[in-house]
């Protein structure tokens, strides 16, 4: 499996952007998958930004971004798209694209947000809010 990253940049508080992750070795149609975004700023943790679980067909947002950040899949494409808008200044950090293959039932926000449950991760994209 591997995970390729692309959308990131710098923009002003209030701007949008949109981050792509597109994924090989394995077929949205054909496959159960939770897959989506986490974010690193610096001196801090990973920490879960949003997911998108196919088993289920939910997806699931951090306090943070909560009404700001869409999370969205393309089936013809194999790519996850993170749109985020109303960018702050602590949306600044690095942000990574992980997945995880199999069948999440019944699984917590939460849980589904922990980086340690993700065995696939992305590069990496450097998203930078200024004022």
């Known amino acids: 499996v591997q995970l390729v990253e692309s959308g990131g940049g710098s923009v002003q508080v209030g701007g949008s952007l949109t981050l792509s992750c597109t994924a090989s070795?394995?077929?949205?149609?054909?496959?159960?998958?939770?897959m989506g975004w986490f974010r690193q700023a610096p001196g801090k943790e990973r920490e879960g930004v949003s997911i998108f679980n196919s088993g289920e067909s939910r997806r699931y947002y951090s306090d943070s971004v909560k009404g700001r950040f869409t999370i969205s899949s393309d089936d013809a494409t194999n790519t996850i798209y993170l749109q985020m808008d109303s960018l702050k200044l602590e949306d600044t950090a690095v942000y990574y694209c992980?997945?995880?293959?199999?069948?999440?039932?019944?699984?917590?926000?939460?849980?589904?947000?922990?980086?340690?449950?993700?065995?696939?991760w992305g590069q990496g994209t450097q998203v930078t809010v200024s004022s």
């Open positions: 070795g394995f077929t949205f149609d054909d496959a159960n998958y939770a």
């Open positions: 992980a997945a995880f293959l199999g069948l999440h039932i019944g699984v917590g926000r939460q849980a589904m947000l922990q980086p340690g449950r993700y065995r696939h």
